[in-house]
């Protein structure tokens, strides 16, 4: 007798459990919240790593530049003359 009530409160907790899936699996606008809010989470911690590797990046072009100015100089003026150049073309046309 014993063990068969314990049959039955087993199968009363695995109908529960199996409910209470079901109805998650129903809550449409819940999981869709829920998806949300993980996906904006993702975000943010794609941001904050994004802005972290910029912040790196940065300080370690300030300590090049710093080291040796006058060859990062010489690429500005490349790049500005480039840039130029690339401008008047494209007025010609």
Not at 50 to 62: D, E, K, N
């Amino acid at each position: 007798m014993d063990q068969l009530k314990a049959e039955i409160e087993q199968t009363r907790a695995e109908m529960g459990e199996t409910a209470a899936a079901l109805v998650a699996k129903v809550d449409v606008p819940g999981r869709i919240k829920q998806s949300a809010a993980e996906t904006g989470t993702q975000i943010a911690e794609s941001a904050a790593d994004t802005a972290q590797r910029a912040t790196t990046a940065a300080r370690s072009l300030s300590s090049r530049v710093s080291g040796d100015p006058k060859r990062y100089a010489m690429i500005g003026g490349a790049l500005a003359a480039a840039a130029a150049g690339i401008v008047l073309i494209r007025r010609r046309r």
